[in-house]
Structure formats: structure tokens, C-alpha cells
T-cell receptor, first 112, second 116 residues
Framework: NAGVTQTPKFQVLKTGQSMTLQCAQD?????MYWYRQDPGMGLRLIYY???????DKGEVPNGYNVSRLNKREFSLRLESAAPSQTSVYFC???????????FGQGTRLTVV | AQTVTQSQPEMSVQEAETVTLSCTYD???????LFWYKQPPSRQMILVIR??????QNATENRFSVNFQKAAKSFSLKISDSQLGDTAMYFC?????????????FGKGTLLTVNP
């Protein structure tokens, strides 16, 4: 049982390049989330999807877009990467009936 | 909006001793959940303990226990018999129960170092 899988684990981008971070969960969870983690800032919510077909902005959505492709997959896209988007990105999921959120292993993204 | 505050950026403790990490939160909601997550150097986020706001009894998981004071909006984590493997970043988190708000709000974290 893989849980929440994020790809890639590491990525270096040049300013202005675009990329998509992939996230998939095999636990049949309804809700999925994208967070970024920066030193001294904790985890901040970028976007979330309460259920398939819906997405909502979180605390820091600027510069990002998301797609809830199906119940399993929730991708995060950077259209034009900026150095301020250098961070560790986490995908998480949870089922509505439970409270616990399960996290992927994170993607360390560096924008130079 | 809900906020979570962890006032101790770093703490240290000697192996086998007890340490308490602080967390306060601000909300106007009455029904919610509180969590402590652990993030070791591997970067994996691991749930340590959860507390439902409607329960007066403090949650306990082996060496980990919480002191939940709803009126004071305080949710501290006590680690007993600290072990070297407890060295990690600890995050306090909050989530409203029910409705359409599924957001999990985190504090900025406390880096705990357990010294041999």
C-alpha cells in the first residue's frame, strides 16, 4: 500500500520555467491538499480539493494552479517559476470520515 | 480565520527526561480537532496524537500525551522518557470539524533535540 506518492522528489528549475508536481493516493480519500514548507514558516496551504471536481485556494495560492484529475490524483503546476517558490512541497490526503491527513514524502524544489 | 502559534522555535532535552512543547490557537469555532505531527530529518510527516475538542479527556499515545485546555485555547504536547529518535520538528495543527472547511492549519513548528 503506497499511501500518498509524490513525484519528483527533487527538482531544480530555472526562473521562468514551468513544471507540474504530481501527487497520487491509493487510499480512496476524498480530500487532497498541497502545502509548501519554508524554514520558520511551518506548512502553508497552497490549494486544496475537498472532493473530486472541486478545488479551492488556500493561504498562498499566487503563482500556482491545480488540477484534481480524478479521485486519486491532484497536481500542482508552476507556470513561470520564481526564486520565491523555492521550497519543499507536500501533498496530503484524508478521507472525510476520519480526521488524520496522510502526507507524501515531499518534493524539494529549487528555482535558480 | 484560524491561527496556530508555537512560541518555542527550538527546545532541547536530555535523553530519558520529560519535555513539554507549547501550542496555542485562535478560533471562534466550537467543534474542531487538534493534532501534533512529527517531522524527523527524513522529512516524512508523522501523526503523533490527535484530540477532539468535544472530549474533555486528554489524549495519550504511549509516551506522548497532551494537555488540552479548551477555554485557554491551549494544546501542549508532553513527551515522557525522551528518546534520541524523538529528535524532530514538531508541528501543532488545527482543523474545523464538519461543514465544508477541510483545511488543516499548522503552526510554525518547534525543533526538538534530544541529547544523549
Amino acid at each position: 500500500n503506497a499511501g500518498v506518492t509524490q513525484t519528483p522528489k527533487f527538482q531544480v528549475l530555472k526562473t521562468g520555467q514551468s513544471m507540474t508536481l504530481q501527487c497520487a493516493q491509493d487510499m480512496n480519500h476524498n480530500s487532497m491538499y498541497w502545502y509548501r514548507q519554508d524554514p520558520g514558516m511551518g506548512l502553508r496551504l497552497i490549494y486544496y480539493s475537498a472532493s473530486e471536481g472541486t478545488t479551492d485556494k488556500g493561504e498562498v495560492p499566487n503563482g500556482y494552479n491545480v488540477s484534481r484529475l480524478n479521485k486519486r490524483e491532484f497536481s500542482l503546476r508552476l507556470e513561470s517559476a520564481a526564486p520565491s517558490q523555492t521550497s519543499v512541497y507536500f501533498c496530503a490526503s484524508r478521507v472525510r470520515a476520519l480526521t488524520e491527513a496522510f502526507f507524501g514524502q515531499g518534493t524539494r524544489l529549487t528555482v535558480v | 480565520a484560524q491561527t496556530v502559534t508555537q512560541s518555542q522555535p527550538e527546545m532541547s532535552v536530555q535523553e530519558a527526561e520529560t519535555v513539554t512543547l507549547s501550542c496555542t490557537y485562535d478560533t471562534s469555532e466550537n467543534n474542531y480537532y487538534l493534532f501534533w505531527y512529527k517531522q524527523p530529518p527524513s522529512r516524512q510527516m508523522i501523526l503523533v496524537i490527535r484530540q477532539e475538542a468535544y472530549k474533555q479527556q486528554n489524549a495519550t499515545e504511549n509516551r506522548f500525551s497532551v494537555n488540552f485546555q479548551k477555554a485557554a485555547k491551549s494544546f501542549s504536547l508532553k513527551i515522557s522518557d525522551s528518546q534520541l529518535g524523538d529528535t524532530a520538528m514538531y508541528f501543532c495543527a488545527f482543523m474545523i470539524s464538519g461543514g465544508s472547511n477541510y483545511k488543516l492549519t499548522f503552526g510554525k513548528g518547534t525543533l526538538l533535540t534530544v541529547n544523549p
